[in-house]
Protein backbone atom coordinates (compact mmCIF):
# COMPACT_ATOMS: atom_id res chain seq x y z
CA UNK A 1 0.00 0.00 0.00
CA UNK A 2 2.91 2.32 0.55
CA UNK A 3 4.88 1.75 -2.54
CA UNK A 4 1.55 1.99 -4.00
CA UNK A 5 0.73 5.50 -2.69
CA UNK A 6 4.54 6.60 -3.50
CA UNK A 7 4.49 5.74 -7.46
CA UNK A 8 1.20 6.98 -8.00
CA UNK A 9 2.23 9.67 -5.99
CA UNK A 10 4.95 10.25 -8.40
CA UNK A 11 2.84 9.90 -11.56
CA UNK A 12 0.73 12.98 -10.22
CA UNK A 13 3.67 14.78 -8.99
CA UNK A 14 6.49 14.11 -11.03
CA UNK A 15 9.11 11.42 -10.98
CA UNK A 16 11.63 14.00 -9.34
CA UNK A 17 9.51 16.10 -7.18
CA UNK A 18 10.77 16.68 -3.58
CA UNK A 19 9.17 14.07 -0.60
CA UNK A 20 7.13 15.89 2.04
CA UNK A 21 6.04 13.78 4.36
CA UNK A 22 3.21 14.66 7.33
CA UNK A 23 2.38 11.83 9.43
CA UNK A 24 0.69 11.28 12.50
CA UNK A 25 1.03 8.74 15.44
CA UNK A 26 1.37 5.04 14.20
CA UNK A 27 2.07 6.61 10.60
CA UNK A 28 5.43 7.87 11.97
CA UNK A 29 6.43 4.38 13.12
CA UNK A 30 5.22 3.20 9.27
CA UNK A 31 7.02 5.97 7.17
CA UNK A 32 10.33 6.06 9.49
CA UNK A 33 10.62 2.01 9.12
CA UNK A 34 9.67 2.07 5.16
CA UNK A 35 12.33 4.91 4.52
CA UNK A 36 14.91 3.07 6.82
CA UNK A 37 14.27 0.01 4.77
CA UNK A 38 14.59 1.78 1.41
CA UNK A 39 17.84 4.02 2.53
CA UNK A 40 19.59 0.80 3.97
CA UNK A 41 18.49 -2.19 0.85
CA UNK A 42 21.05 -3.15 -0.88
CA UNK A 43 22.08 -6.28 -2.57
CA UNK A 44 24.42 -7.45 -0.28
CA UNK A 45 21.48 -6.74 2.18
CA UNK A 46 17.90 -6.90 0.72
CA UNK A 47 15.40 -5.24 3.00
CA UNK A 48 12.58 -4.47 0.64
CA UNK A 49 10.37 -7.69 -0.67
CA UNK A 50 10.88 -8.09 -4.88
CA UNK A 51 7.71 -7.63 -5.16
CA UNK A 52 7.53 -3.84 -3.51
CA UNK A 53 10.09 -2.61 -5.16
CA UNK A 54 8.66 -3.70 -8.99
CA UNK A 55 5.54 -1.52 -7.16
CA UNK A 56 7.54 1.03 -6.15
CA UNK A 57 8.80 1.82 -9.43
CA UNK A 58 11.97 3.00 -10.42
CA UNK A 59 11.64 6.89 -9.62
CA UNK A 60 13.47 8.93 -7.31
CA UNK A 61 10.34 10.15 -5.70
CA UNK A 62 9.04 6.42 -5.20
CA UNK A 63 12.49 5.15 -4.04
CA UNK A 64 12.81 7.63 -1.35
CA UNK A 65 15.90 9.67 -3.04
CA UNK A 66 13.98 12.94 -2.99
CA UNK A 67 12.57 12.53 0.72
CA UNK A 68 13.38 16.22 1.38
CA UNK A 69 11.47 16.85 4.97
CA UNK A 70 9.64 14.82 7.48
CA UNK A 71 6.86 16.18 9.94
CA UNK A 72 5.81 13.89 12.73
CA UNK A 73 3.41 14.55 15.11
CA UNK A 74 2.43 12.62 18.42
CA UNK A 75 5.24 9.91 17.29
CA UNK A 76 5.57 6.74 19.46
CA UNK A 77 9.45 6.37 17.41
CA UNK A 78 10.83 6.31 20.85
CA UNK A 79 8.79 3.53 22.27
CA UNK A 80 9.00 1.79 19.13
CA UNK A 81 12.44 2.27 19.01
CA UNK A 82 13.43 0.26 22.72
CA UNK A 83 13.36 -3.21 20.99
CA UNK A 84 16.66 -2.10 19.43
CA UNK A 85 20.03 -1.77 21.18
CA UNK A 86 20.26 2.07 22.19
CA UNK A 87 17.19 2.94 19.93
CA UNK A 88 18.15 1.91 17.03
CA UNK A 89 18.99 4.37 13.90
CA UNK A 90 17.12 6.64 12.49
CA UNK A 91 16.32 7.25 8.58
CA UNK A 92 18.46 10.14 7.03
CA UNK A 93 16.61 13.11 6.34
CA UNK A 94 17.16 14.84 4.29
CA UNK A 95 17.32 11.60 1.91
CA UNK A 96 21.24 11.15 1.42
CA UNK A 97 20.51 11.11 -2.36
CA UNK A 98 18.32 14.51 -2.13
CA UNK A 99 21.56 16.62 -3.36
CA UNK A 100 21.96 14.45 -6.70
CA UNK A 101 18.76 15.90 -7.50
CA UNK A 102 18.10 19.64 -5.71
CA UNK A 103 21.49 20.80 -4.96
CA UNK A 104 20.51 23.62 -3.24
CA UNK A 105 17.28 22.39 -0.94
CA UNK A 106 18.27 21.55 2.48
CA UNK A 107 15.49 19.15 4.74
CA UNK A 108 14.44 19.07 7.97
CA UNK A 109 13.08 16.58 10.42
CA UNK A 110 10.57 17.91 12.56
CA UNK A 111 9.03 16.37 15.60
CA UNK A 112 5.60 18.19 17.30
CA UNK A 113 4.51 16.37 20.22
CA UNK A 114 2.48 17.66 23.60
CA UNK A 115 3.75 16.48 26.98
CA UNK A 116 0.44 15.41 27.89
CA UNK A 117 0.27 12.91 25.10
CA UNK A 118 1.14 9.46 26.37
CA UNK A 119 1.92 8.38 22.88
CA UNK A 120 4.18 11.39 21.29
CA UNK A 121 7.67 11.39 22.97
CA UNK A 122 10.54 14.02 21.54
CA UNK A 123 13.11 11.84 20.23
CA UNK A 124 15.84 14.29 19.34
CA UNK A 125 17.57 12.85 22.49
CA UNK A 126 17.40 9.52 21.91
CA UNK A 127 20.73 8.91 21.01
CA UNK A 128 23.47 10.61 18.84
CA UNK A 129 22.33 9.59 15.24
CA UNK A 130 18.90 11.15 16.24
CA UNK A 131 20.35 14.12 17.53
CA UNK A 132 21.56 14.71 14.49
CA UNK A 133 18.67 13.62 12.24
CA UNK A 134 16.31 15.37 13.70
CA UNK A 135 16.26 18.64 13.00
CA UNK A 136 14.22 20.08 15.88
CA UNK A 137 11.53 18.81 18.69
CA UNK A 138 8.55 21.05 18.96
CA UNK A 139 6.72 21.10 22.10
CA UNK A 140 3.24 21.87 21.25
CA UNK A 141 -0.30 22.31 23.61
CA UNK A 142 -2.23 20.49 21.13
CA UNK A 143 -5.90 21.32 20.74
CA UNK A 144 -8.00 23.56 22.90
CA UNK A 145 -8.82 24.34 26.47
CA UNK A 146 -10.48 21.14 26.96
CA UNK A 147 -8.19 19.05 25.21
CA UNK A 148 -4.71 20.22 25.36
CA UNK A 149 -3.78 19.05 28.94
CA UNK A 150 -4.59 15.40 28.58
CA UNK A 151 -4.35 12.40 26.89
CA UNK A 152 -6.38 13.42 24.13
CA UNK A 153 -4.42 16.04 22.90
CA UNK A 154 -3.30 13.05 20.62
CA UNK A 155 -5.66 13.58 18.50
CA UNK A 156 -5.10 17.34 17.85
CA UNK A 157 -2.42 17.87 15.86
CA UNK A 158 -3.86 18.43 13.13
CA UNK A 159 -5.86 21.21 13.88
CA UNK A 160 -3.12 23.27 15.96
CA UNK A 161 -1.77 26.42 14.64
CA UNK A 162 1.76 25.47 16.23
CA UNK A 163 1.95 22.74 14.12
CA UNK A 164 0.20 24.63 10.89
CA UNK A 165 1.99 27.06 10.40
CA UNK A 166 5.88 25.61 10.49
CA UNK A 167 4.70 23.09 8.70
CA UNK A 168 3.14 25.38 6.19
CA UNK A 169 6.32 27.39 6.29
CA UNK A 170 8.67 24.80 5.57
CA UNK A 171 6.75 23.52 2.17
CA UNK A 172 7.03 27.39 1.40
CA UNK A 173 10.05 26.80 1.80
CA UNK A 174 11.01 24.18 -0.48
CA UNK A 175 8.47 25.34 -3.53
CA UNK A 176 10.54 28.80 -2.89
CA UNK A 177 13.89 27.03 -3.23
CA UNK A 178 12.96 24.74 -5.90
CA UNK A 179 11.90 27.44 -7.76
CA UNK A 180 13.81 30.26 -7.58
CA UNK A 181 17.17 27.77 -7.83
CA UNK A 182 16.01 26.50 -11.18
CA UNK A 183 14.93 29.77 -13.06
Given at each position: ????S ?8 GP ?5 V???S?G ?16 E ?10 K ?7 R ?10 G???A ?7 NF???I ?9 H ?10 F ?5 I ?6 E??AD ?11 L???P ?20 P????L?G ?8 Q?
Amino acid sequence: MFADSLRRLAEQAGPRAPLCVISHSLGTVIASNFFYDLQAHSPEKPLIAQNVLEKLGDTPLARGETLTVFYTMGSPIALWSLRYENFGKPIHVPSPKLRSHYPHLTGEWVNFYDKADIIGYPLKELNADYHREVTSDCPVLAGGPFTFWNPVSHVEYFGDTDVLGPIADGLVGVWQTINTSQA
